[in-house]
Every structure is written in C-alpha cells, then in structure tokens.
C-alpha cells in the first residue's frame, strides 16, 4: 500500500518564508520608525517642561513661600479654608492673608502664574506646593493660577499613583502619564529661601492628549501602510514563485503520472513528459534530466523486445540488459576519461555528509589538487597528450590515497575525500603526494605531458564546520597557495 505523503510541500514551505522574512522587515522597520519618532517626540516635551518649570521656579519668592507654608499648613488656617471652601467665600481667606501681611506678594505670585499661563502655549497647570518626603502621599497647594479658587491655598492634595515613592525636588527627568488629569507630561523644580531651604515645589504639567491621539493615529497608518505595502510585495512574491518554481514543479509532476512505458508505443503515446520550460536553472536540469531518463526507459523495452527472438536469448539478453544497467548506474557517477568519481557522484557524496554532520561529527579531510600546465599541454601537444596528461595525475593521486574516494569536478580539479586509514595518515600522505608531483615534474628527460604537475591544497573538518562547503573553501585556499608557491619557484604560469 502506498504511504501518503503527509510533509509540508516546498511551495508552502517557501511562501512561509518570504511572508515571514517581509513582514518581519516590514513591520520591524515601521516599529523602529514609531519608537524613533515617539521617542523625539517625548525628549522635546519633556525638555520644554522642565524648562518651564525651572524657569517660573526662578521668578518667586523663596522667603515669601515659607512663611506662606508655615501659615498654610496652621491648624487656623486648615480650619478657616474649610470653612471658606464650605462657604464658597474667598474673601475669608483673602482677610487672613492680609492680617498675615502676606496678601500683596501671594496676590502678585498668582498673577504671573496666571500670567505665564497666558503667554505660554502648551502649558496646562502651572502651581506652586509645599511637598512632602518621597513616601507622601499628599501634596499641599500653596499657589494656583486665577481660575481656581484662593481658598484651595493649604489644600491636601492626594499625589499621583505614578509619583508615589518619588522624591519631587530630585526628580531625574520629567514624566509623562495618563493620569485624572488625562495624559500630561509633568516636572518638579525647587524653589529655595534666601538661607538656602527647599521651602516648595513648582509644578508644570504640559497637556499631551493631542499629542497621544495624534501618536495613535500615526501608529494606524503606519500599520495599515505596512500592511498594504507588505501585501504588495508578498503578492509579488508568490506570483514570481509560482512562475519560477511551483507552476514548473507542479507540470512536471502531472506530466510524470501520465507516463506509462510501454515497447509498443512512441515517445508522445507512452506519455514522455514534454513541456515548455527552456530555463537553464536547476528546474531545466530536473525537466531534461526527467525526459532522458524516460525515453531511455521506452528506449530500453523496445531493445528488449527487439532482442526476444527465443526464451533463452530473451534470459540472456536481460540479464545483460540488468548488466547494462548498472554499469549505467556506475557510468553515470564515473568519470568518462580518467574512471574516478565525476561531479555528481561528488556532490551526491557531499550531500550526505552534510546530513550526516548535522546529527553526527565525522572525521575527515578534503584534499584539493588543480593540474598545472594542462592548458600549455593542449595548446602545444594536442588534446591527446591533454587527456594522458589528465589520467597520469589523476593515477599519482589515486596511486597516494588508495583508501580513499577520488573525485574529478572539473576539467583539471581533483578532489579527494579523506576516511579512514588515509585520514589518520593524512599528513604524511599529504607531504608525500607533494613531493611526488615535484619529482615527476623535474623529471625533464621525458615528454612534457609525462612531467606530471599539480597544486595541492587539504583541509580538515573542524568543530564549528556545519557544512562540507567551509572545509572544501579552506582546501581550495591551501590549493591557491600552492599554485602560488609553484609560480614563484618556477617562474611559470601554472594556467
């Protein structure tokens, strides 16, 4: 019976990613941009609030405060201020001050308070009190603007929850908060006797509800934006991946159900895939590797059928059909000149180390071997003497590393793959394959494409590799210097 497949598909596989990676850009630029703004936003007002404050601070009367206080917080003067504020009568309190000689300057502190108010735009409260210690949980008013009654002078004020435990005259920087009073940003400055006392408090409190509501409205549009944008790209996205890879992937995939191979039916009757995709990326590599192999496969029965003449004959032939086949298997990760491993057994190889890295930690080497002067060779001996060229170095190589795989991933490039005995002897080995294509190359009595050469380069799996491609960089590199060092000691171009 066969198993279902119950794994995520790549297309949805991929479009999880780029809808992540794009609104994690998007929305991670837009916070950054709000928390930017709003941030600027707060020091500008929490700079323009404690300058007001330290400002109106430096305008009163520090020696006229005190005995304001002392007089405020009398037990005579709580019970005639309840009794005016019980009345609504201002005047008994405006009587006591003047019989405390102190009427002039509280009412000429009241008008540059209400004064200040006036001139100053932004300002919501501005108001003189007497503070208690950082654990207080009231506050007395001294002096407040014209539009509040006088009769609130020495009135017991409980202290915002967010000042609690503070103390007012060190606060470190101005707060803003959503308070009774709505959102207000506030700061406390000290106002000092001429004998150097903290006698009270001045208050600023810069109302900020346009401020916050025009934050709120910024931060909608500035979500919506990025959701439109982030829409945009997303869809642009999926329409290019659909085009590139999943409409590909999924013809390809509905064109191979439909192949049914049979020796007496032709190419298009059997169902060999055939679609338009002419890219020359990876999903072309699939879609003509796919093709072959299917008309090698109608290719196949047809020759079996033709070879058929008796039952013996036809046992014979398949067996040499299954013979063929794998030699097939064989040819198709060999290398046809040299008979080592050609590049797709390479990174079929490569592949499975790295599966096997990512659970395991293997122990290994890759050896890097590049043919100096193959291009010299084939321009001044032809080809021929090119290709011996090739197999005799490919021959030292394998002829060092008997235990190990041998690779050839390109025209003159060689990799070896270190296991076993051969990693365990690796320096030693590796010192020898050296010397060895030295000697063979200062070998000056034979014909030049039997003075094999090459540059050599090795490198070792290492604890924070994770893949092979770290390992086969560093090679390549030891490789280079090689080909360096062979330029500098014999003066030639190893091209």
């Not at 909608?220 to 944008?229: A, P």
């Not at 294509?437 to 290492?462: H, I, N, Q």
Request: aromatic fraction near 10%; hydrophobic fraction near 35%.
């Amino acid at each position: 019976m066969k198993k279902e497949r119950t794994g995520i598909s790549i297309r949805v596989k991929m479009y999880i990613f780029v809808m992540l990676t794009v609104l994690s850009v998007a929305f991670g630029t837009s916070a950054i941009a709000y928390t930017t703004g709003a941030d600027q936003i707060d020091r500008y007002y929490k700079q323009n609030t404690a300058d007001n404050a330290r400002n109106f601070a430096s305008m009163v009367d520090g020696d006229f405060l005190k005995e304001l206080r002392v007089v405020a917080a009398s037990e005579e003067f709580q019970a005639l201020r309840e009794q005016a504020e019980a009345a609504d009568d201002e005047a008994l309190i405006e009587d006591c001050l003047r019989e405390k000689g102190l009427w002039e300057k509280y009412s000429e502190t009241r008008d540059k308070i209400t004064a200040y108010l006036e001139n100053m735009e932004g300002i919501k409260y501005l108001y003189i009190i007497a503070h208690g210690d950082r654990n207080a949980q009231y506050d007395m008013y001294l002096v407040d603007d014209k539009e509040n009654p006088i009769y609130e002078t020495g009135y017991y004020e409980e202290r915002e929850a967010e000042l609690r435990g503070v103390d007012l005259v060190n606060m470190p920087e101005p707060t803003i908060s959503n308070g009774d009073w709505g959102w207000l940003c506030s700061d406390f400055k000290p106002v000092y006797s001429s004998d150097g006392e903290c006698v009270c408090i001045v208050g600023c409190d810069i109302g900020m509800e346009d401020v916050m509501a025009e934050r709120q409205r910024l931060l909608l549009l500035l979500v919506g934006g990025t959701f439109i944008l982030a829409s945009i790209i997303l869809t642009a996205a999926v329409l290019f991946i659909n085009k590139a890879v999943v409409k590909p992937l999924r013809s390809m995939t509905d064109e191979m159900k439909k192949f049914r191979p049979s020796e007496k039916l032709s190419y298009e009757e059997a169902g060999v895939i055939d679609i338009d995709i002419n890219s020359n990326d990876e999903i072309g590599e699939i879609y003509h590797g796919i093709r072959n192999m299917e008309i090698n496969i109608i290719d196949y029965l047809k020759d079996v059928v033709s070879l058929q003449k008796d039952k013996q004959k036809a046992e014979s032939d398949l067996r040499d059909k299954d013979e063929q086949i794998g030699q097939l298997s064989i040819e198709s990760q060999q290398d046809a000149l040299t008979g080592v491993g050609n590049k797709a057994a390479y990174i079929k190889k490569m592949d499975e180390l790295n599966r096997q890295m990512k659970t395991s930690d293997p122990e290994f080497a890759i050896v890097m071997a590049d043919i100096n002067n193959l291009k010299q060779i084939n321009d001044r001996y032809g080809h021929r003497a090119g290709d011996q060229y090739i197999k005799g170095c490919c021959h030292m190589v394998c002829d060092t590393y008997k235990h190990s795989p041998v690779y050839r991933i390109g025209g003159d490039e060689f990799v070896v793959l270190l296991l076993g005995q051969d990693y365990a002897e690796r320096r030693e080995l590796y010192d020898q394959i050296k010397k060895n294509f030295k000697r063979a190359y200062e070998e000056t009595d034979v014909s030049p494409w039997l003075r094999y050469s090459a540059a050599v380069g090795m490198a070792e799996k290492a604890a924070d590799d994770s893949t092979t491609e770290f390992i086969f960089k560093r090679a390549d590199e030891a490789m280079y210097r090689d080909k360096a060092q062979f330029k500098k000691t014999y003066g030639i171009d190893p091209r």
